[in-house]
């Protein structure tokens, strides 16, 4: 709101109204302000938000929150099993999607020191083909595990599965149930299906995801087994506007209720950049000689 | 004084009434309070040196308390019965008493070639269609961790691992655990072929419910063999019909007492009620049998009088036969077994209760309702039936070849003493049940096709942190496995060492020549990321400074297990080195360790038992010669009993380790009973043969009828369902029979040629000290001379009017006289004239000791007399190593004679100087 730069004259209790006609425009554009930033979901009309579907929800949350290209992240990796003990490791990751939809992902241990150089890569294309491939620096060599997604279970010991870590929006069929309200804010929730295609690969029957109304993120995702019990719960923390409607979370917790066995993974640090993410980061044989990476 | 207090039954049968009534009452109410208890844990020793290592392994990688589910199907591998498979891997994982189920569906794959790795568990999901199945299936047989483990060789047979919570996390009992895992089974059983399932919830519920039907009928089996035996033995109902009255007070008052102090029934309790029935019966049978002796001599108000003849007689036997019996068990009382512990407490008191109860309660009723007629003592008073046969038998032995069968019986005893080495010991509690039982089969199902359903640790300790992140540390985990390897007896071994072999083999594609531990530390640490903590959590801890080998094994013989592991115990530590520690524990080995404990606790045992008989029968006999004699008889039974244990191979568990115990205790019941008649026969005769035919004549009734109602009685055992107790049935039945041998004919043998001089002697020679002192025939001696002197003699007892010595008879015996009065009498014709009166401290009979001549004058007791007899033959042969004392007493024989011949001389002096003088003064 603009300020009208007048004149006024002297003080007198005729000014008083102006001063109040202004601060009250002050405050109201402030609270304006403030609510566009948090609920620019929520459009002025209630309604707007019924007739949403669950692919739709879940376009809104891939838009605003997976797409972007050129990720990297520091990492604290806490593993914890049922009494208690814990398992500490530092990990890079490195994220690049391509032009053409492809996605590729990378981890590199860092800490302990014993698995330093270990580096995990997947890369899924856009026929939804995943491959990924692992290398030990102790062996020498990099092995693939697998050309489906869905066969890795408890990568590299954690409670993540590869399929909860590469996923695209077109994997699954979505269906939007009764909204919740949780800690006073409201949420989606919305059911995602493995495609026909994609069962029998898949290690889920579905997943049940519970989505902020406000900044359409995802903070907590319920998995169900392929028997359709419920086992596993990812929830994130500590959530922070990184842009415009792009939001992220600092803390992931993933735990599996059956084995009573969490992952914590904790990001250090952020760096949306492409020089962080080159390409050639993804090719092993450049890795092995690469100092960024550790050997 | 004695008497009276044996008597207190019988004088005071109100009292003695209203008391027993009274315990009953108060023991009845402890009944409701009695549990069951068949926790295999009681088998070990609290004390037992790998129990905190146990706990503290026990907590780091899971318990060893495991359930096997076995399931078995032709067409395992198909679609529906992957399904039902996973229905059932789901199911059991629901169940609250289930801590985690390891099985197809969470042990993982590891599979390499061309460059893939797969790591996978071998089936996440029920796969669809024959191609997912097939790669499952040969994911599943290609593991070398799963293969006769998990699955089996041929693949139709799958096992799914199931860890419980302990009953008391849950609070539930094994019973409740083993039904809901019976009951979860249940759906399943049409789909497969073959499912079940074998752990220790159910060892303990199968043996709970076992022992619940053999005391529903091993009880009043006992109890109708025991009535059916005596009644043929004693043919009186009244006879049969008491010790089932003492007997079922004795149980209750035990049962009772059990029930207050909380002590549980358990495999070893739960035969008490045979026990008491069948050892109770023993005495009452002694007591019935002499109770109709006295019927068979009263000649009025017979049951008075016959009672008090029974007590008068066995009182003192009864009281230390019941005392030894307890001993035998209690023996027992301080072992480190707690089964065994509490069967030694309880059967001790069973046996005191019974003893209080037949001192009280016999007399009582005996002295009210007691038979007036005897069946089994006729006028004739020959025996009849069976003891007659064993008398026969006897005399005929003893007259022909009493050498002979001392000399057998002496080889038969080396001979099964030399099998005794060869005794095996088990305590494991598979081996109480039959091989035909449900169980046991299941057991052997599962070893033949997968593993045993045993299991034990090996654990390796370091001295830090990311020990076992090193490969020389991991070799040597293979190390050890391959000296089990070795031994041959263990079914399998898993480690780490095995997980990073098979995780090196594939990621060098699967290559066998790579099935070995990972050569670098930063290798090992990069493969151990592809296995998640669970994977690895029961075979290396947190910080890898621990790790372990899980051995499954289903060795049932706790000596062959003890001498593996003993073997291990001592080359583990040469593999290792120093700075590493090595604890090999599991709950069975503790168990089976404990059955090592069985035998030194037997031998303690025997050896507590053995000195108090012989203490006790020393004291008796005041001689430490009549203390080793009366062992023979009741160690004879114990070495034939475990000398055809360790030749049938039956082996020594916590049911036979009662055997040798109870058997002595019950042998020497029968060795009492003789030497105490034989001793008291003696003082009425110097014959002794005919006093050991007596005897034997007198005790053959009651010994057969107790020996042979023990043995039937203990036979009712083998119907049981748990071989220790068959077993221990069969061996106390085959006992008794020895033990009967062995009083019926060694033991009177033995008598016969040796003689024992009575704590009664001892005692009776006590009160008539003043009169030994001052007796002319002791005069001069030092006091140990005189002991010497009397020891040699036998202490004889005369009723008023009996004959002493007859006139012309021919004896080598001198008489003392202790008490009591006896005239010499000369015979000429009708007429009788007496020479002298003797009194206490005067001998007779000195001319006959000197000489071998027939006596020149009858003696007759005028009152009851107590003399000491001194045989010349036994003197002669007893001091012929004491020629002074020999000397002093042929000194002052020859004074007596000599004062005898002065007075003598004296009288004819005397009269011939009356009979000059009578004519004129």
Redesign the interface.
Known sequence: MQHKKERLPEWSWIKVPFFLIFFWSLAASICAGQMSEQTDGQLSEDGEYHRLTGADIMTQVFERHKLFPYVYEEQTMI?T?NVG?R?VRQVRRFSRVESDGTMKYLLV?DD?V??RG?AIRFVRYNTGIVENQ?Y????GKE????QSKG????L??TDFALEDLVESLDDFKYVRLQDQTIGKIAHFVVEAFPLEKDR?FS?YNKRRLFIRQDNFFIVRTDYF???N?FFKQLTCHDLKRVDKKMWRANMLLMEDK??Q?TTLIKIDQRVFSRDYVPPEIFNFNKMKTNKNIGN | MFTRFLMLGANHRLLTLLFLVLITCIAGLGLPRLKMDTDVYSLIPQSHPDKKAYDQIVQEFGSDNRSIVYVKDENLWSEDKLAALERLHFALGSLDAVKQVDDLFTLRSIRGAKGNIESKPILEHGPKGVAAIEQARSDALYNPLLQNNIISRDGTATALVVSLYAPYEKNKSDSQINNTLEETLEPFRPIFQDVFQVGESRINAELRSVLHKDLKLLAPLSVLVLVAAILFFLRSGFAALVPLVTSGLSILWTFGIMGWINSPINILTAMLPSLVVVIGSTEDTHMISCYFQGVFQAQKDHRTFATRFMMKHLGVPLILTVLTTALGFASNVFNSIGIIRDFALMSTIAILANGLITWLFVPLILSVFGPTHSGIFKANKHLVGLPAVFVKMFVHVKRRFPRAVLVATALLCVFFAYQFSRLLVTNDPLSYFRKDQPLIVDTQTIHENLAGMKLFFISLTADREKAFLEPEMLKKLAAIQNFLDKQEVFDTSLSLADHLSLVNQEFHGGEKDYYKVPDRKKLVAQYLLFFHRRDLKNYVNHDFSRACIVVRHNISDSSSLNRYIRELREVAPGIVGPGTRVDIVGENLMINEAAEGLIKAQIKSLGILLAAIFIITSIMFTSFKGGIISLIPSLIPAILMFGIMGFLKIPLNPGTAMVAVISIGIAIDGTLHLFSRYNELCRRTSDYDAAVLETVHQEATPMVTTSLALALGFGTLLFSNFTIIAQFGALAAATMVFALFANLLITPIIMSRVRLVGLYQILALKTHKEVLEKSPLLQGMSNYQKRKAILISELNEFDKGQLLLEKGTLGRSMYLILSGRVDVIRKKGDEERRVARLGPGQIFGEIGFVKEIERTADVRAITPVEVLRFDYKKLEQDLKFFPFIVAKLNFNISRVLGERLANANEAIDTQAFLAEKEPGE
Do not use: C, M
């Not at chain 1, 030990?136 to 062996?139: F, G, I, R, V």
């Not at chain 1, 066969?151 to 408890?154: C, M, P, S």
């Open positions: 593993l099993d003990n398992d241990f302990p014993e698995v270990v692992i030990l620096p102790a062996l092995v693939s595990s697998g066969q890795v279970r408890q590299l010991g029998g290690g087994d392929l028997g019990r059956r084995q066995h």
